[in-house]
């Protein structure tokens, strides 16, 4: 996931790092088991992911990382299993810049002529597989986050120019105009009025590897906003974000049915349409139960959705799925079921028709 902070289960103790008595004569202490786990866990996942350096040194990846953006980069990790984590454009587009190898102990990601658009977090954990069910092991991964810095480029470039962020009442939403520089001083403004919108660190907070975090997001806030950035010279301007509040509460699909008519005649059409009101966001998959199914008979099913405005700055989605028969027949009549589903769960909704 681009931009997520790297996270450690065990904060660096002092002294850590010392290297260990190797006279056999002295026995050291044995310190409690709870906490010789903890620190073996943290060591192993601080180690498994080094960069390589000049002259075949290696260096352990701290936290975050910054490098001057037209450098390339080569990372290790240990194992002979290991899955790689990195920006998902690379992915998108299948940049030819962008190798990795698994050889016999470890893994090795090379980025050649890295761009500020490479910012974002590198990670990397062993698979634990038995048969043909793989797990990662929790115990050994290890991640960085890497500004690859750019005076031309202060925020991480995006395929388009301007982006629809959710406003969802229960959940923080993120304006994800990102840095490549960590120290550029970054504010958040509103296009109309034109003002600029405070970060008090509470319920609007800043993270350069995220973007401005609205932690409880309200209707006030919606409408079109823009990052402003500076760094040793000119200001730059991230692209467009069009805030849209979401009125809908999580749950299954909210459905309802209809159909031209209850009755029809011989060789008449008939459609039926299923209509869900939703999130702006959130899938909806339609299926269809229709008396001719069994049979073969032929009918045409079109899915399509589009997003409304409810006059008061909420903003739903309408998905729609429209069966339509052609030339009805004795063998079309009866009930015709649609059942929606999201990722909450499905609804059911069904319709009768007659001769």
Known sequence: VIGQPAKSKHPKEHGENKIKPVNK??????PKTKERESVDSSLKSQSILTQVMDKGHFQKLAATSSLAAGQSIELRCKGSNVTWNYPSYLDTFKDSRLSIKQLDRYSQLILANSTAADTGEYSCWLQLC???????????????YIFFTDKEELFVPTPSYFEIVYLNPDKPA??????????????????FPAEEIETDGTDIIYDA?????????????????????????APQISIKYHLLYVEVPKGPPSTSIAVSSSRA???DRVHVVCTVLGEPDVDVNFRWQYPGQESGRPVIVQNFWRLINRGIGHTTRISKSVLLVEDFEDIDVGNYVCIAQNLQGETTVATKVEL
């Open 25 to 30: 004569k002295v026995k050291p202490k044995t």
């Open 130 to 144: 038995n048969g043909n069910k793989c797990r990662k092991d929790e115990t050994k991964t290890g991640s960085t």
């Open 174 to 191: 993120v304006i994800p105009c990102r840095v490549t520089t960590p120290s550029a001083k970054v504010t958040l403004h509103r296009e």
């Open 209 to 233: 590897k995220k973007g401005f975090v609205f932690q409880h997001p309200t209707s006030d806030h919606k409408g079109i906003v823009y990052c402003k950035a500076e760094s040793q010279g």
């Open 265 to 267: 005649g011989i060789s």
